[in-house]
């Protein structure tokens, strides 16, 4: 494989020194880019980008080649490939999001949900990695993903999207064996599948537990960090001469941040609620801290923007340690304009921090 020309992002997963703070936009390849929104229209649907790997290569590429300052690639995909592996037939109504032509309500139902093989079942994912790592030619580093079981898990039992999950908490209270069981079926293929995507080129990986920060303080811990655990334990933490840094991000979990840190990944994703300094301080050197900016930020003008970026870099200090990044997904409706701003103004403004 080519040697990387900047790994400045991978370094700072290790708390190694950088020369200034790397950044990287979570949705950074999405609808806020006319490019995309061209791609996506020559192939026709969302699931038809996910699924052909010279088009997921493309729309991965686009914000690279925007945005120079961009440290590095995750890899275009949905966290809901895996439920769709499992077959319950996912498929995206206009306006109204994800949505599954089978949804998963009883202890049989979950009894019968194979185990994929990501090789098999989920090959276009593992193509597009490849694909993608190949075009980077070493560019910047190729961050893969999954989403988190219990985020999974919400998906599956709710037939979708959901803003109060009262299903899937119906069943965690009346039936938590069988939402254990689900659970466990999908670490062990979280887990089967990141791995694959780091054998295929990924050369960091993060979890994406988007709706942990639903659940009571208790049940986090078991319903969700649990099964972190089980899946942090079990990956590939070195390939290709070097370590894999592995970020686990839980959208409002910033009061459980000392647990989520026990884990044994390599950096915390902190949402735009937490103060960074604060969390720093908390969480000691135990691991990296990626975040945080409110991505409503990038609807202001790039003066306010850059301010707030030179706000949250002094909060979190000198030294490394320090990915930056929105505090949840770039919005449709952002000026591609204004991201670019973001993105120069962390490196410019970072410098003094590593000095």
Not at 19 to 48: C, N
Not at 53 to 64: G, R, W
Not at 294 to 305: G, Q
Not at 326 to 334: S, Y
Request: aromatic fraction near 8%.
């Amino acid at each position: 494989m080519t040697a990387l020309k900047n790994d400045r992002f991978l370094r700072a997963l290790l708390k190694q020194p950088v020369d200034v703070t790397p950044v990287w936009m979570m949705r950074q390849a999405g609808r806020y880019l006319p490019e995309y929104r061209a791609s996506r229209a020559k192939a026709g649907d969302f699931m038809s980008l996910c699924m052909n790997p010279e088009f997921a290569c493309e729309v991965t590429m686009q914000p690279l080649d925007r945005y120079p300052q961009l440290d590095a690639a995750i890899l275009f995909s949905d966290i809901l490939t895996i439920p769709d592996a499992m077959g319950q037939g996912l498929y995206f109504e206009t306006g109204e999001g994800p949505r599954f032509k089978k949804v998963i309500s009883t202890m049989a139902d979950i009894e019968a949900l194979p185990i994929p093989d990501p090789h098999k079942d989920l090959g276009y994912v593992m193509d597009a990695v490849s694909t993608i790592r190949r075009e980077l030619n070493g560019r910047v580093p190729l961050i893969g993903f999954a989403g988190s079981p219990w985020t999974l898990a919400t998906y599956m039992v709710e037939g979708g999207s959901s803003k109060d999950y009262r299903k899937t908490k119906t069943m965690l209270y009346d039936n938590p064996q069988a939402l254990h069981l689900l659970l466990d079926k999908l670490a062990q293929t979280v887990t089967s599948y990141l791995n694959g995507q780091i054998m295929a080129g990924a050369q960091a990986v993060q979890i994406f537990d988007s709706w942990g920060g639903s659940l009571s303080a208790a049940a986090y811990q078991e319903f969700s960090l649990a099964y972190m655990r089980k899946i942090v334990s079990g990956l590939i933490r070195e390939h290709e001469g070097r370590k894999v840094p592995v970020i686990l991000f839980t959208k409002n979990g910033g009061l459980w941040l000392e647990s989520i840190a026990d884990v044994g990944a390599d950096a915390l994703g902190l949402d735009w609620t937490c103060d960074i300094g604060s969390a720093r301080d908390r969480v000691g050197s135990k691991v990296a801290l990626q975040g945080n900016m409110d991505p409503t930020v990038l609807y202001a003008k790039p003066e306010a923007i850059r301010t707030e970026v030179g706000r949250i870099l002094a909060s979190y200090g000198k030294g490394s340690g320090h990915v930056f990044n929105l505090g949840h997904g770039i919005t449709p409706e952002v000026d591609p304009e204004h991201a670019g701003a973001f993105l120069r103004a962390v490196h410019e403004l970072s410098a003094q921090y590593h000095e």
